[in-house]
Each structure stands twice: as C-alpha cells, then as structure tokens.
C-alpha cells in the first residue's frame, strides 16, 4: 500500500489563462496534471487538491495591489474562477481543501474540506509519509505548501514540471530554500 500522497495545489481558473489573477502556463499545467493523475494514480495513496477559496481575505485583496503581498480579486468563493480548471473536477481528487477565506491562505497546510477536516490531520488517518506536490503557483502557493509538508516530518517532492510560477526569474530563491528544507525538486 503506498503511503504517499499526491497534492495538486491551486489549479483554479482564476490561475490559468483567462483568469484574474493568470499564471503563464497554467492552463497547460491543468492538462499535464489530469494526465499525472491518470497515468500515476496507483502510486498513491490519496489524490488530493488545494483551492482559494476567498470570501474576505482583507490586505490580500486590493484595488491597487502590488503582486507580492496583495493582489486583485481572484478565487472569491462561490465564482467560476474558484472552480478547478478543466480537465480537472471535483471527482479527480479524493480530498479537496479549501484555504484562504479570510487571511491569505497561501499554504495548503491551512486548508480544510467541507466537513472541517484539516489538511495535515487527513494525511495522518491516510498514514502519509511522503507527498509529491503540483500546482500554481510555484512561487507563492506551491512554495509555501511544500515548506509546511517539510515541517510537518513528510519527504517532499515538488514535480517542477507540474508547476507554473507568477516570477519564473525568482525561481532560484524558492529552488534554495526547498534544498535548506530537504525538499526534492524534479
């Protein structure tokens, strides 16, 4: 029985081209992990996904935002761009995790499911030990998730070719500190 996880972080319309808040390659990011999860699903234990899900994130919403720590609108629960982007759904995913309602919400260690459960208790009833992540973006949502499931004592890998980043040139930064953490990077 496997005991790793594969968590899909954010990949949500309003991240993928077309979206509020895109994220160059997104839309192909959505492609390339529904296949991941055809072709790979046996290797896991659980399937699970991240969302924003925004109702009053405060600061992190701004009319003039500054793409660092606040942004426009996006994710707002409730809305199309919250959704998961096609050819993802909701039956893709054994667990999804909303995050972010009224804070930021960038790690998916901060989400929950519909039935209150959080995130690391989840992985602990599934017996996880180690977790490949995916998603957008590598920078902000995808970064901060693998640091959290690093503290939490799980082998991380970020499968890089299942990501996009909102500042691909920063790229190395997030690439240093996962390497301090002990996170993989493939």
């Given amino acids: 029985m496997p005991t ?4 899909v972080v954010d990949v ?5 081209e077309g979206g509020s808040l895109a994220v160059t390659g ?5 492609q390339d992990v529904a296949g991941l999860i055809d072709e790979s699903r046996a290797d896991y234990a659980t399937v699970i996904a991240t969302r ?10 701004s009319e003039h935002p500054d793409f660092v720590d606040s942004w426009p609108p996006h994710c707002v629960a ?15 995913f054994d ?8 804070s930021a919400g960038y790690s998916g260690f901060e ?18 030990e180690a977790v490949d992540i995916a998603g957008i973006a590598t920078d902000y949502c995808v970064r901060a998730t693998a640091l959290d499931a690093a503290k939490a004592g799980l082998a991380v890998t970020v499968l890089r070719d299942y990501t996009a ?20 990077f493939t």
Avoid: M
Avoid at 26 to 30: C, D, E, I, L, Y
Avoid at 95 to 102: H, P, Q, T
Avoid at 111 to 128: F, K, M
């Fill in 4 to 7: 790793k996880a594969l968590i």
């Fill in 12 to 16: 949500q319309n309003d991240f993928c």
């Fill in 26 to 30: 997104g839309a192909q990011v959505a």
């Fill in 52 to 61: 924003d899900h925004h109702i009053d994130p405060g600061p992190h919403f």
């Fill in 78 to 92: 409730d809305t199309t761009g919250a959704d998961l982007h096609a050819p993802l759904t909701s039956r893709s």
């Fill in 95 to 102: 667990a999804i995790f909303d995050k972010g309602e009224y």
């Fill in 111 to 128: 989400g929950v499911t519909s039935t209150g459960t959080e995130l690391p208790t989840y992985l602990r009833a599934h017996g996880i």
């Fill in 165 to 184: 980043a909102v500042h691909p040139d920063r790229l190395d930064r997030v690439e240093a500190e996962w390497a301090e953490a002990g996170i993989a």
